[in-house]
């Protein structure tokens, strides 16, 4: 439905155009700039042209090499969280009851991980697992299982990707559940009807059904784990040593720590276009999709 | 107030949604637009109401031309397929919604409501809420509240298909009395034909987003100006015959005759012919009667009349039978049709020959 | 293939059912012959779904049982039951082929190879679908997707029984004639028990063999298209069938004739009426015919004239009560009053909405 062309919705927009021009995009410059000096953010600058870009982009050097294992470590934290939530998040779908009186008191739990702000969330996993006070940290160690993230890489990677698994599983599930919701009883019955076993109902009503919503619920779990710093830089400040600095946790050392603006301002450019391309990816793959649907509806 | 079309066109994307249709309805008149599921039924009216703007061409009201105006500034009312009332209002309350908003006092709504209420045989139910009522009440809701504004232009899209059969046949019956005391424009789309036939008034046969005709309803069923308009307009569906004319002599079914009669009339060349169901008999009523034998494919019983579908290679026909007849499947049987009662469509499709007796 | 029976079956959708209205389906027993072709027919509400979902095993009865052939299927489920059901709107697997999707049943159940693919194709063929065979079902147009959920019912060769919950709902009226005489001409290859589900009077009566027509929960008559035309049992079979339905009018029965109003009507004999007991007499538009000189006859003003094609239609008053008769087609406009009149055969007398034979 389109509606008739006004200017009025120019003017209602203008000040939120003002304030992220102020607030994003003018910043943004700034970090493009700094991308290409090499400052100390003292209001020196020192052309360097794509000099960071090239050191970033060459694992031999000492920057790259850094930049590369953070990448690495992102990479892989994000394949292990997706792996994990995406069959969780939609076995819990299935699992949900659809109408009677157990599907508000469900809704509700699944969305109470969902609300608790991020660094909440990093203090409470940091203090819960704690091999000396921590309930599940010391359950552990009293179990005989070695478990400790301050100072095993291991323990380290299983915290974090635990927390993670904890705080976000519920937004895939959510996500499955509405695209499950629409589903008509007479599509299970028919099925049944025809004598098609448990997983066979799941591969052929329920996935197809899903699959437009599980796309974007693997990308913006994607997006937000390939991005993610609050929760681990909580629990484990990147450690032990830096088996768990995350790409963003490693900038901000940088940036912040060692006030080298230049050389973070390159990599979180590099980083941004990263996550970039791989939404376009996403976006293009459901894009094409759905057009190959509708040419076959259409013939 | 009269409603005219001027060679409007809608595009989204690639599609062509509705392709140069120009239409010009007089006030006070029911206009049905028949034609199958997207066909363009809806778009139209979309774009008569307002919800959509044309591509190209105009859309004026009584002389003004509103093309660009939106649905809230054009005086239009709606009533769709699935019965929209207020959930949360009962149905006075439903039927006064549209005149609360355009403020009227009290006692001119109460007046109104009771009015259109009252037309809709709705009388005693005014205190309830709709899902109280049942399908056919709680359509007769939505109706009146479309007729409560007194709007110039009332768009009813296949408001009866989701009702009951019999439900369905009462309400056809009362709406022709709502229309006659309204004096609106009032556009009405269905896929059935006999809904077209049964409501009267003008009907424009649409067929992929185009006009195909437009005219009085008698008049469109019984002089199809094109195949596409016998075709949308036949249930059952008409039956046709190859044919080709050279020579003085007509050809088809592996039959040769003379081109005498009726098919005097018809020039040289290939042509469609097609008749009705109920014209195709099984005794030979007339000298001129022309034979079609086949097989027997399935007998359909309805009650008083059979419908007997014939295997004549390469065509297949729908008879429709006085009586109740049992034929079995692979039976031989002899069908007739007098000549009189042929259509015939020449090749571009435009008719060439209709029944000159008055019947369709 | 198998002979179904309904055995003092009732249903109530709410847990404690008291009075008759509380019941869905009132108790009912009924016999679904091995083969045949029957259609439950009636308003919106009247039952009939629940009563197929009770064959189809998705509804537990609260009383009575289900028996296939002898076996009492009550408490099986669907999957058990080794029925096909065809519902209101195509269901179809999305990610396969027509071809995948008919073949679908038979891999569930163990069969492969040569014999699926024979299986498949002959159903395809006899449904015009063999052109479509590789195309992923989901490209299709309604009424093809409904011939896929049928086929996969089809395709099963033990099936014991069909059942279809008004299947052709979305189809397009054009469209609704080719996939009506499908199934008649299916049944008749099959020979399959098949049982229609339907609130339209033209599906019923096309379809069946014999038609069950139910008003609130309760089986009303059970007859032949013929029979229920011509000799309804009930003002509701009257009224239901038959495009106008059955005319009714009040009337007093003497001496062999029917008395509406001022007018008569001959009779030809006299039925044994119930005491205390509403009478009514009843006349299908079909058999209204103008009265012939010197006949007796209801004087009936005429309104207004129907043209639907075929025939017309004269809608009319007499005496107060609503009139329809069926006028040939190019039939003249018919003068202000009418004298009309009905063979005795065609008039049947109604106590309390039931016939008196």
Redesign the interface.
């Known amino acids: 439905m389109d509606k008739p062309f006004t200017n009025k919705a120019w003017l209602l927009v203008l000040p939120v155009f003002l304030l992220v021009a102020f607030n994003a995009i003018v910043p943004l410059m700034t970090v493009v700039n700094y991308s290409v000096q090499d400052t100390f953010g003292n209001n020196q600058f020192f052309w360097n042209g794509i000099g960071w870009f090239q050191e970033l982009l060459d694992p031999k050097s000492q920057l790259g090499e850094r930049f590369f294992d953070a990448l690495w470590r992102n990479a892989l934290f994000s394949a292990i969280i997706l792996a994990i939530e995406v069959p969780l998040g939609i076995a819990v779908a299935l699992a949900m009851p659809k109408k009677g009186w157990g599907v508000a008191p469900t809704l509700v739990i699944l969305a109470l991980p969902l609300l608790v702000p991020w660094n909440v969330v990093g203090t409470t996993w940091q203090v819960f697992a704690r091999s000396d006070i921590g309930l599940l940290g010391a359950a552990l160690n009293g179990l005989g299982i070695p478990y400790n993230y301050t100072n095993d890489v291991i323990s380290a990677w299983a915290t974090i990707i635990i927390m993670d698994v904890w705080h976000w599983t519920s937004l895939v599930a959510l996500l499955c559940y509405a695209g499950v919701q629409s589903i008509p009883d007479a599509f299970y019955q028919a099925a049944r009807i025809d004598g098609a076993s448990r997983w066979a109902m799941f591969s052929h009503i329920e996935l197809p059904k899903m699959r437009r919503v599980l796309l974007i619920a693997v990308l913006l779990r994607f997006m937000d784990s390939f991005m993610i710093y609050t929760e681990p830089f909580v629990v484990t400040g990147g450690g032990p040593g830096n088996a768990t600095t995350m790409l963003s946790i490693d900038l901000v050392k940088i940036a912040l720590g060692q006030f080298d603006l230049g050389k973070a301002a390159a990599m979180s450019i590099v980083y941004n276009l990263i996550i970039l391309a791989v939404c376009w990816v996403f976006y293009t793959v459901m894009v094409q999709a759905d057009g190959r649907a509708e040419r076959e509806r259409a013939t | 107030m009269s409603l005219v079309l001027e060679h409007v066109t809608r595009k989204v994307g690639p599609l062509v949604s509705i392709d140069d249709i120009s239409l010009d309805l007089a006030r006070g008149t029911l206009n049905v637009l028949l034609g199958?599921?997207l066909s363009g039924k809806t778009s139209l009216m979309r774009l008569m109401a307002g919800?959509?703007?044309p591509t190209a061409g105009r859309v004026i009201f009584n002389g003004v031309d509103v093309t660009?105006?939106?649905v809230r500034g054009r005086s239009v009312a709606m009533v769709y397929q699935q019965f929209i009332n207020y959930p949360g209002l009962s149905v006075y309350e439903n039927i006064a919604s549209p005149l609360r908003v355009a403020k009227l006092d009290k006692a001119e709504i109460d007046r109104r409501v009771k009015e259109a209420a009252e037309l809709l045989r709705l009388g005693g139910m005014l205190g309830r809420l709709p899902q109280e009522l049942?399908?056919g009440q709680q359509q007769r809701t939505a109706i009146a509240r479309a007729l409560v504004k007194r709007a110039d232009c009332v768009l009813m899209d296949e408001p009866l298909a989701n009702l009951?059969?019999?439900?369905r046949?009462e309400l056809r019956?009362e709406l022709p009395r709502i229309f006659a005391k309204s004096g609106a424009v009032f556009v009405y789309a269905t896929?059935?034909?006999?809904e077209a036939?049964?409501l009267?008034g003008n009907t424009a046969v649409l067929k992929e987003g185009r006009l195909v005709q437009f005219g009085p309803t008698?008049e469109v069923?019984r002089r199809p100006s094109h195949i596409a308009a016998a075709?949308?307009f036949?249930?059952?569906?008409m039956n046709h015959i190859r044919a080709e004319k050279s020579g003085g002599m007509m050809h088809f079914m592996g039959q040769v005759l003379s081109a005498d009669g009726v098919f005097s009339r018809l020039s040289d060349g290939a042509f469609t012919l097609a008749f009705?169901?109920?014209h195709l008999g099984f005794a030979k009523t007339s000298a001129s009667a022309i034979a079609l034998s086949g097989t027997v494919?399935?007998c359909?019983?309805?009650?008083?009349e059979s419908?007997v579908?014939i295997e004549a290679a390469p065509h297949r026909f729908?008879a429709?039978a006085r009586g109740?007849r049992h034929d079995a499947?692979g039976a031989r049987v002899d069908a007739w049709i007098d000549p009189d009662d042929l259509y015939a469509f020449d090749a571009a499709g435009r008719l060439a020959l209709a029944p000159q007796?008055?019947?369709? | 293939m198998a002979r179904i029976t309904l055995s003092a079956l009732a249903h109530a959708y709410r847990p404690n059912p008291s009075a008759p209205a509380d019941y869905a389906v009132r108790e009912a027993t009924h016999v679904w012959e091995n083969g045949g072709a029957y259609a439950l027919l009636g308003p919106s509400g009247c039952g009939k779904t629940s009563l197929l979902n009770i064959i189809s095993g998705l509804v537990t009865p609260t009383r009575g049982r289900v028996l296939f052939d002898d076996q009492d299927v009550t408490q099986l489920p669907t999957e058990r039951r080794n029925i096909a059901q065809v519902f209101q709107f195509p269901v179809i697997y999305d990610t396969m082929s027509v071809r995948e999707n008919l073949a679908f049943p038979l891999i569930n159940r163990g069969l492969r190879g040569a014999a699926v693919q024979a299986r498949v194709e002959e159903i395809a063929r006899l449904l015009d679908l063999s052109r479509d065979l590789d195309r992923k079902a989901r490209g299709l147009s309604a009424d093809s997707k409904q011939k896929i959920s049928l086929g996969r019912g089809l395709v099963r060769p033990d099936v014991a029984a069909i059942l279809f919950d008004e299947p052709l709902t979305v189809i397009d009226p054009h469209l609704k004639w080719e996939l009506r005489s499908k199934l008649k001409e299916i049944h008749k290859t099959f020979d399959t028990t098949m049982i229609y589900v339907t609130h339209d009077q033209t599906e019923a009566l096309t379809f069946a063999d014999q038609v069950v027509v139910m008003l609130e929960g309760e089986v009303v008559q059970v007859g032949t298209p013929q029979a229920l035309f011509e000799a309804p049992d009930h003002t509701f079979v009257g009224y239901f069938i038959g495009s106008p339905g059955m005319n009714i009018l009040p009337a007093r029965i003497e001496n062999g004739h029917a008395e509406i109003g001022k007018a008569r009507l001959a009779l030809g004999r006299d039925p044994v009426l119930p005491p205390h007991a509403k009478i009514e007499i009843g006349i299908r538009p079909e058999f209204m015919r103008p009265a012939a000189p010197g006949e007796a006859g209801l004087e009936v003003s005429c309104q207004r004239v129907e043209d639907i094609g075929r025939h017309r239609i004269l809608r009319g008053v007499c005496d107060g009560q609503k009139l329809a008769a069926i006028l040939p087609e190019g039939a003249a406009m018919p003068p202000e009053v009418l004298r009309m009149s009905a063979d005795a055969a065609h008039i049947h007398v109604y106590a309390d909405s039931r016939r008196v034979r």
């Open positions: 199958t599921t919800l959509d703007q660009r105006a939106p049942s399908g009951d059969y019999k439900l046949e019956e896929t059935e034909p006999s036939l049964l009267g008698a069923y075709d949308v036949s249930d059952p569906p009705r169901a109920h494919a399935v359909e019983i309805t009650g008083s419908f579908h729908i429709l109740v499947p007796h008055g019947k369709g």
